[in-house]
């Protein structure tokens, strides 16, 4: 309403002036195409309005009433100052002097960065807070630019880097989508590649056929990609995605659908949501193989409490990995930097890197198939490991090779000629013809002829990097050492830098300086976001499962009935895993529960919970209280006290502070308890259990992320006791 956005920016570099199409709706808090029994979405209704070319419509005065940035504004004139006021319980004054200080930065000479972490991701609607963020920074042209940009703090050094390598049941490496049971060709699963009309749309995934070619020729080399293919697995088209990850895989192991599990690196009896229930579910299993530096409560979960191992059948192995310090590899930070790390003390005992313990098993499993036989061999026998090795050990520097790519015969490309057996020195030169083998199309690049770039540590900078931290001679950052991606949208048509005192890439002299420039060509003549199908920043995202514009709904678990934005108390779409109690406005569970890191401790405690000096500074689980609830609890600091939610309870040590203030939502004042979620059972003595006892197997229905900042919990003061050993 007050005009706060960067009007040109939204014109010029997003979807605002993009038209939607008539069957688009929404109506107290649901959008068109809401199936009320398969609580899901039928997408097709949010799709745009094209022209007679099959291009978008745009409306550049952004004037007319189904364009974006029109729709944006009516779906949320019900977010007034007073709702969202009455909603958070933050006052009036104290939300408008964070939006007038953080809208100063639609400005062209200014910007502004957001960074989030898992307080914003852990919820039912986490997909939709950072869409919300991304919109936000979309409006005030922050991103692209300097100092801009949508920004996960990671808990790992290598978050980024297990997503890039599709760590995540959807995705096969550099983000290519795993196909589904009904694409049963290399040729069906390529007619899914987005395409567009529109001359000036980069449209990058337009290269996924020479992506995955060369994707699956890095897998099996000595076949052609369409056999390649044929011998993946896919995902079933029946299911949502959801279906294959963390809860789902839980629900098959308490329905008896699943015979084993290979817990690998993760601590799921104490990080999982509901760990009560993944601790009952693992019972169900014939066999559990546990990977990692130390035993832990999932390895040793038939002995923990409240478990009779008579009565437990699951046979469990433990194969010992050594630490991230002692092998050799890269990591990948949220700045897409890859950046190459040597071993550094000798391996612990009889401890092994990750990949030598899975290129020793695949060598195993292929002994059994020569000797034995077996179903489906040909994916077992042929995959190319050997490529991964050097001699009989998995090699670091092998695999890296293979993720950058390498030309499996002569090609000529562009009229210059490349050997079979060479590096492809970008991903440019990638192939959909099965000429080319890469492990990831984002690594093209990093480990070339001339080395490994995930190696330098050149400080060099022209004077223009220099102006925005950019050192592009240090490490190697995907895609292209590209630094800032999106970087075309920090500039006018002209190619002028919307701030020239902090250029990230300019047009001078006929070529562009700075950085390595989003989708190349001359000013004016590319939309800035190349990985959009339709090149614009997407402030209208109709890919979402829960809508293509964010909206409030409360928590799954909460203390209020309903909301004032709609009658829709809850994300209609939202997984909630089998079986699962909800509390919502439970005299039982009055007050809100969260989740937390502390300094002292890391993940699970996997590691911290065996260092003396960490468990002295944060020797136990403990739960955070405000004063008020503590007064009217009987509730001092010290005090032991048991909190408990819908799905087990928890005892912790008592610790009031004014770091939580209770809050008055709704009309209703609300306390919070939170609790840090690195202990278990295991270590130390009197240490105290997983704060995920208390979570719901509940989460967002794009990612299934669980819902464990927000759930709702009693608390009540024990008698004189410590917590038990």
Not at 28 to 48: R, V
Not at 412 to 422: P, S
Not at 563 to 580: D, K, L, M
Request: overall charge neutral; proline content about 7%; glycine content about 10%.
């Amino acid at each position: 309403n007050n005009d706060k956005y960067f009007k040109q920016y939204v014109i010029d570099s997003t979807n605002g002036p993009t038209v939607v199409g008539e069957q688009f709706g929404f109506s107290d808090g649901l959008f068109s195409g809401f199936n009320a029994d398969k609580k899901s979405y039928d997408k097709k209704t949010w799709a745009f309005e094209m022209d007679a070319n099959g291009v978008p419509v745009r409306d550049e005065t952004l004037t007319h009433p189904r364009c974006v940035l029109q729709l944006l504004k009516k779906h949320y004139d019900r977010y007034t100052l007073d709702k969202v006021s009455e909603t958070t319980g933050t006052p009036k004054e104290d939300l408008l002097r964070v939006y007038e200080t953080f809208a100063s930065t639609g400005a062209p000479d200014k910007a502004g960065t957001i960074m989030y972490a898992m307080g914003w991701t852990q919820k039912s609607v986490g997909v939709q807070n950072i869409r919300a963020m991304s919109i936000i920074q979309l409006l005030l042209g922050n991103i692209g630019v300097a100092g801009g940009g949508v920004n996960a703090l990671r808990g790992e050094s290598n978050v980024q880097g297990s997503t890039d390598q599709a760590l995540l049941a959807d995705i096969w490496p550099g983000y290519l989508p795993v196909p589904t049971s009904t694409l049963t060709t290399l040729a069906d699963y390529n007619a899914t590649t987005p395409k567009t009309n529109d001359p000036k749309s980069v449209n990058w995934w337009g290269n996924r056929p020479k992506y995955t070619a060369s994707f699956l020729m890095s897998l099996y080399p000595g076949v052609t990609p369409d056999v390649a293919y044929s011998y993946v697995p896919r995902l079933d088209a029946d299911k949502k995605r959801t279906d294959y990850m963390w809860m789902s895989i839980f629900d098959r192991m308490v329905e008896g659908k699943l015979d084993g599990l290979f817990a690998w690196g993760m601590n799921p009896a104490c990080s999982g949501p509901n760990a009560n229930k993944s601790r009952g579910a693992m019972e169900k299993l014939k066999w559990l193989v546990n990977v990692n530096l130390f035993d832990n409560e999932t390895g040793s979960f038939w002995r923990g409490p409240g478990k009779d191992p008579t009565q437990i059948a699951t046979e469990v192995f433990f194969l010992p990995c050594c630490t991230s310090i002692e092998k050799e590899g890269s990591i990948a930070n949220s700045g897409r930097w890859m950046q190459w790390r040597y071993a550094g003390p000798d391996r612990y005992g009889e401890t092994k890197p990750d990949g030598d313990i899975m290129v020793e098993m695949m060598l195993a499993i292929r002994k059994l198939y020569k000797e034995q036989g077996g179903v489906f061999p040909e994916p077992i026998l042929g995959l190319g490991i050997d490529k991964w090795m050097e001699g009989h050990e998995f090699s670091p520097a092998n695999t890296a090779k293979v993720m950058n790519g390498y030309f499996l015969r002569d090609v000529t490309i562009g009229g210059k000629l490349y050997k079979a057996g060479h590096q492809v020195p970008a991903f440019a030169m990638l192939q959909a013809d099965g000429s080319t083998a890469s492990g990831n199309w984002l690594h093209a690049g990093s480990w070339t002829d001339e080395g490994n770039m995930m190696a330098r540590r050149d400080k060099t900078q022209t004077p223009e990097q220099e102006k925005i931290g950019l050192f592009p001679n240090w490490s190697y950052a995907w895609p292209m050492n590209r630094r800032i991606i999106y970087n075309r949208a920090s500039v006018d048509k002209q190619g002028r830098p919307w701030n020239p005192d902090k250029p990230v890439i300019q047009w001078r002299d006929g070529k562009w300086v700075g950085d390595v420039v989003d989708g190349g060509g001359d000013p004016g003549t590319k939309y800035p976001f190349i990985m959009q199908k339709d090149g614009q920043g997407a402030l209208f995202g109709p890919g979402r499962e829960d809508g293509p514009l964010p909206e409030f709904y409360e928590p799954m678990e909460s203390p209020f009935e309903k909301h004032v934005f709609s009658a829709q108390r809850s994300n209609p779409v939202a997984f909630t895993a089998i079986g699962e109690v909800l509390a919502v406005a439970d005299e039982r569970f009055p007050f809100i529960g969260t989740t937390y890191r502390v300094t002292e401790h890391w993940q699970t405690g996997l590691m911290t919970r065996r260092c003396s000096w960490l468990v002295e500074a944060e020797p136990q689980v403990f739960a955070e209280l405000d004063p008020e609830l503590a007064k009217e609890r009987g509730i001092g600091n010290g005090d032991v006290v048991r909190v408990s939610s819908a799905r087990g309870n928890l005892l912790a040590k008592a610790i009031v502070t004014n770091r939580f203030q209770p809050m008055n939502a709704n009309g209703k004042t609300v306390h919070m308890i939170g609790l840090p979620w690195h202990f278990g059972w295991l270590v130390p003595k009197r240490g105290g259990d997983s704060a995920n006892l208390l979570t719901a197997a509940v989460g967002d229905p794009n990612s299934a992320i669980p819902e464990s900042k927000a759930f709702m919990v009693n608390i009540e003061k024990m008698p004189d006791q410590d917590l038990p050993e």
